[in-house]
């Protein structure tokens, strides 16, 4: 299997960073199918477009900015292995990325998860805000689904653009605070961000629906929606969280299938990089 290109070590103990490619797509009942393919295109493209051969020898377009981590790819795994390899990751104090896959895999992330970290701050960025309560177990109730094992008080979702009216009832009881992309072009993308970095705990996992980007960066998702964020906001606001510190990140719902020149997977691929090299920087 093609390891992603930063990926730099053989060695799980060694690590900080764990990748983990997820390809089910089993509870996903959007009309675009092919999200199960992701995890191999992203790898794929982060080898292609991401690494370059000078004098022999590859060298990688990394960021700008942050210091060198230590990033394992432990290749794929099933949905029925989740639980297990989770609680290895935990015990081991490793950040997992985890490659999908339809959303509701998160799900089974995060409970996994939480059996170490307790109750966890959620960075829901999605342009849906998959809180369907009157169906259960798939990617459009991931966020009541997780409830009982997220911090509500600190928890966010942003990018949403496109809620159905019971996800809008939802929002409003729980009192989940939500940033629409108008927002975001309201305020300024420097004062949202510290907004949400002042709203967060100290445990934060942030879940990454490639849709909450706009489809004119991102075209290669399962249910692209207009309006979204921009890539550079989008990674902005990843990079000054992972500052703060995360407990673990998700990139869902990249749809290889449906992509336009595979950029979809190389902004997933960058966005991993981003992520990782900003994590725990001050």
């Given at each position: 299997m ?12 060694q ?18 199918k ?13 080898n ?37 390899i ?90 989940l ?20 970095l ?6 934060v ?10 489809p ?9 929606v ?19 510190g ?37």
């Amino acid at each position: 299997m093609e390891k992603i290109c930063w990926a730099n070590t053989d060695d799980f103990e060694q690590s900080e960073f764990v990748i983990i490619g997820i390809p089910d797509e089993s509870q996903s009942h959007a009309l675009r199918k092919g999200t199960e393919e992701a995890p191999f295109k992203i790898r794929q493209i982060s080898n292609l477009r991401d690494s370059f051969e000078r004098d022999g020898k590859i060298s990688l377009g990394r960021p700008f900015q942050g210091s060198e981590k230590k990033v394992y790819d432990f290749g794929n795994i099933t949905r029925s292995q989740i639980e297990n390899i989770y609680d290895k990751i935990s015990a081991s104090s490793k950040i997992p990325i985890s490659i999908g896959g339809d959303h509701s895999i998160t799900r089974q992330i995060i409970n996994a998860l939480a059996k170490k970290h307790g109750k966890i701050s959620l960075v829901y960025f999605d342009a849906h805000p998959d809180f369907v309560s009157s169906m259960t177990n798939y990617y459009g109730s991931v966020v009541n689904d997780v409830l009982s094992n997220i911090e509500i008080i600190s928890s966010i979702q942003i990018g949403i653009r496109t809620p159905e009216q019971e996800e809008l009832d939802n929002i409003n009881k729980f009192n989940l605070e939500v940033i629409t992309p108008f927002d975001i072009q309201e305020q300024g993308i420097k004062q949202v961000t510290n907004s949400i970095l002042n709203k967060l705990g100290d445990k934060v996992y942030i879940s990454f629906d490639m849709d909450c980007v706009d489809p004119a960066y991102a075209p290669g998702v399962s249910v692209p929606v207009p309006m979204g964020l921009s890539s550079t906001d989008t990674v902005y606001l990843l990079k000054e969280i992972a500052k703060k510190g995360i407990v673990g990140m998700d990139v869902m719902e990249v749809c290889p299938s449906f992509d336009v020149k595979d950029r979809t997977s190389h902004l997933a691929s960058r966005i991993i990089s981003e992520v990782i090299y900003s994590s725990g920087e001050t």
